[in-house]
């Protein structure tokens, strides 16, 4: 193979002969890593004003570096900073272009250090900062469904709640956007319990076993707003256990955004008829003129998927690595951007797109109506009255049976065939279990019933102001 004639690698010492052109492609990371520039420079000061203050390098050291470093930071912002392949990855690139502006002194920064514990900090910086902007926005999600849920509990709006996508029981539209609240509610600990628990820095831990140096690492990782350092050095730079505790959070997240998707998917289609999404955030065909299409409910559901990929493809990479660092775990990056810019959008677009969409509540309520839904409220007023639940449910099942046989109501059942099926049974009790009194009677806590929606509207605002 023809080899490469590039200039000396910094850690090149050791080498005879250049890297390997497709070695060169293989290895390098800068391609996505460059992302990690600001985190990188930010370790990288903190660790220059650390050697500083322990007497490891001289006044003149510390400011020549930091102001290299900072004149770095100002091209890579201005987005003249030239990202070199053959410098493999965001340290080597900074590092080099550091000592081309201040010389052999830039050497000095790497004092104490290894890229091991560098890539290490720069990538737990990123991801505690990407797991803190996503609880906010998840937060911000979580009021605007909040406000949804307090404008339709007003309008008192009715919506049939489902299992197994059959009608069962009618409940105030709320109560669904509550529960969606709820789900958002432990999304967002979760991403704030794991930035929690990744908030410890491995600078200092160097290549796996500490350093002779004598370091301050509780000052940079202060420094760095860090609540400490790692107290091991072989798990500071051998672990990614706060990664997969990100991409699992963000995987279950995804999963809530996917239902909450599938379920504005059907109901805004003309079979169900409850939802029309708001132009802003709907596209049409290139074909039928008539066609709105949820494109981004329909991709929201989608890139769930890429979100659990980016779980399982980390947990596959790390399974099988030995303690301490390996080049395995330069794959565990792309991953954790691709799933913090996919929900970062997502979370966006549901937060604009919710208060936009329509809800019509008279197909809602005519749908709860439908497919036998306080069927229940015929078992429950006859167990009320004293007769076994079991027994009560297969009376009401034979009346199911009879009406859609018929092609009809329960409430359109004749006053014969009630008081055949149970002599409690009549016309008038048929008539008076409506949608709204089955609402209305499901008061237990955490149910559908009015002052229990409002109450849990009233906790989850209080919840918010917190």
Known sequence: MTKTTQPKKLWGGRFAEATDGLVELFNASVGF??????????GSLAHVAMLGSVGILDATEVAQITDGLN????????GTFE???????????VEAALRDRIGPVAGKLHTARSRNDQVAVDFRLFTKEAALDLADKTRALRAVM???ADKHLQARVILPG????????PIFLAHWFMAYVAMLERDEGRLRDAAERMDESPLGSSALAGTPWPIDRHATAAALGFARPTANSLDGVGSRDFALEFLSACAILSAHLSRLSE?????????????TLPDSHTTGSSIMPQKKNPDVSELARGKAGRVFG????????????????NKDLQEDKEGVFDSYDTLSIVLRLYADMMPKTVWHAEQTKAAAARGYSTATDVADYLARQGVPF??????VGGLVGIASRSNRQLWELTDTELKAAHPLLNAEVAQNLTVEESVKNRASYGGTAPERVREAVADAKKKLEG
């Open 33 to 42: 890593d460059q992302r990690l520039a600001e985190q990188d420079i930010r």
């Open 71 to 78: 004149d770095v930071l100002a091209d890579i912002r201005a």
């Open 83 to 93: 990202w070199r392949l053959d410098r493999e990855d965001v340290h080597m690139n």
């Open 146 to 148: 909040l406000a949804e």
């Open 162 to 169: 489902y299992t197994h996508l059959q009608v069962a029981q």
């Open 263 to 275: 379920e504005l998917i059907l109901y805004s289609t003309f079979e169900f008829g409850f939802i």
């Open 310 to 325: 980016n779980l399982m493809g980390l947990l596959t990479v790390v399974k099988g690595t030995p303690l301490a660092y």
């Open 390 to 395: 079991r027994e009560a449910h297969e009376v």
